[in-house]
T-cell receptor, first 111, second 109 residues
Framework: DTAVSQTPKYLVTQMGNDKSIKCEQN?????MYWYKQDSKKFLKIMFS???????INETVPNRFSPKSPDKAHLNLHINSLELGDSAVYFC??????????FGPGTRLTVL | RKEVEQDPGPFNVPEGATVAFNCTYS??????FFWYRQDCRKEPKLLMS???SGNEDGRFTAQLNRASQYISLLIRDSKLSDSATYLC??????????FGDGTTLTVKP
C-alpha cells in the first residue's frame, strides 16, 4: 500500500519539450508539496497546496505549473524544459502536525 | 544568511560512537521542527519531530532551543545502518517548509 506515489520514476527528455509528473497520496492529507533536489542534493520547496488551493509558490519559473484536480493528487507540468531543470523531483503530503511523507522521487534528465 | 543552516559535515565516526548534529534557523516565528533521514537515491523519511521539552527515541535524542533558535540531534552507539544524510526541517505557521542542506554521516566498522 504505497502512501505517496509518483510517476514516472525516471524521465529523460530533450530540451524544449513539455513533460508532466503525477503524484497521488492515499493518506487522506489535505496538504501536498513539490520539492526539487538538485545535483548538490539540496532540497528546495517549489509549491505547497492545501485542499487543492495553492499556498506556497517559491519563486519557481512559470514554466512550472502545478495542478491539483482533487486533494489526493498534485501533478507538475513543466513547459519548455531546460538543462537546469535536471534534478530529482519529490512529491510529499503533510498531516496536521506538519509531518511530511515523501514519494519515491522522479529523476528528470534534460538532454 | 540561509534560513536553516546545518553543520556541513561530513561526519565519519566508528561504530559505537556518539555523534551530534546542530541546526540553526533564522525565522523566530517558526513553529514546528523535524529531523529527516535520507539514504542515497531515496526519498527523505521522518526520523523524529523536535519539541521544546526534548524527545528521545531509542538511541536518538532531539532538542529544541527556541531562545537560541537551534535544534540538535544526538545519536548514541552509532550503527553502520545510521549512515545517511540527516536533514533539519523548520516550518513556519504559513505552511512554508525549509530544509537544511543536510549533514552526511558515515559510520565505519
Amino acid at each position: 500500500d504505497t502512501a505517496v506515489s509518483q510517476t514516472p520514476k525516471y524521465l529523460v527528455t530533450q530540451m524544449g519539450n513539455d513533460k508532466s509528473i503525477k503524484c497521488e497520496q492515499n493518506l487522506g492529507h489535505d496538504t501536498m508539496y513539490w520539492y526539487k533536489q538538485d545535483s548538490k542534493k539540496f532540497l528546495k520547496i517549489m509549491f505547497s497546496y492545501n485542499n487543492k488551493e495553492l499556498i506556497i509558490n517559491e519563486t519557481v519559473p512559470n514554466r512550472f505549473s502545478p495542478k491539483s484536480p482533487d486533494k489526493a493528487h498534485l501533478n507538475l507540468h513543466i513547459n519548455s524544459l531546460e538543462l537546469g531543470d535536471s534534478a530529482v523531483y519529490f512529491c510529499a503530503s503533510g498531516d496536521f502536525t506538519d509531518t511530511q511523507y515523501f514519494g519515491p522521487g522522479t529523476r528528470l534528465t534534460v538532454l | 544568511r540561509k534560513e536553516v543552516e546545518q553543520d556541513p559535515g561530513p561526519f565519519n565516526v566508528p561504530e559505537g560512537a556518539t555523534v551530534a548534529f546542530n541546526c540553526t534557523y533564522s525565522n523566530s516565528a517558526s513553529q514546528s521542527f523535524f529531523w529527516y533521514r535520507q539514504d542515497c537515491r531515496k526519498e527523505p523519511k521522518l526520523l523524529m519531530s523536535v519539541y521544546s521539552s526534548g524527545n528521545e527515541d531509542g538511541r536518538f535524542t532531539a532538542q529544541l532551543n527556541r531562545a537560541s533558535q537551534y535544534i540538535s540531534l544526538l545519536i548514541r552507539d552509532s550503527k553502520l545502518s545510521d549512515s545517511a544524510t540527516y536533514l533539519c526541517v523548520v516550518n513556519t505557521n504559513a505552511g512554508k517548509s525549509t530544509f537544511g542542506d543536510g549533514t552526511t554521516l558515515t559510520v565505519k566498522p
